[in-house]
Nanobody, 117 residues
Framework: QVQLVESGGGVVPPGGSRRLSCAAS????????MNWYRQAPGKERELVAAINSDGGSTNYAGSLKGRFTISRDNAKNTLYVQMNSLPLEDTAVYYC??????????WGQGTQVPVSS
């Protein structure tokens, strides 16, 4: 069956860094645009970053560009996001999602990233 499994979450001190991974299985990973979303407490889910199927094109939410880097390894069916200089406001549950034909087809279960001293 289709699975997207995020990992790498955990408490990060303000100004710290974290790398999240998303392992995909059960579908043709290399054919999908992949996305990272996040949902902060009391807020709606928002798009963090996206990467096209071959990794040649990326997009970021405006406020995150320069601090977040999305990447993928199609040979390993894995999506990544490197997050740097994290302020308290980046506390959220982070989700990976697989998109095709402008629709999100699959979601991961999410991984929590609390930014806290």
């Amino acid at each position: 069956q289709v699975q997207l499994v995020e990992s790498g979450g955990g408490v990060v001190p303000p100004g710290g860094s974290r790398r999240l991974s998303c392992a995909a299985s059960g579908f043709t990973f290399s054919s999908y645009t992949m996305n990272w979303y996040r949902q902060a407490p009391g807020k709606e889910r928002e798009l963090v970053a996206a990467i096209n199927s071959d990794g040649g094109s990326t997009n970021y939410a405006g406020s995150l560009k320069g601090r977040f880097t999305i990447s993928r390894d199609n040979a390993k069916n894995t999506l990544y996001v490197q997050m740097n200089s994290l302020p308290l406001e980046d506390t959220a549950v982070y989700y990976c999602a697989a998109r095709r034909l402008l629709q999100i087809k699959y979601w991961g279960q999410g991984t929590q990233v609390p930014v806290s001293s």
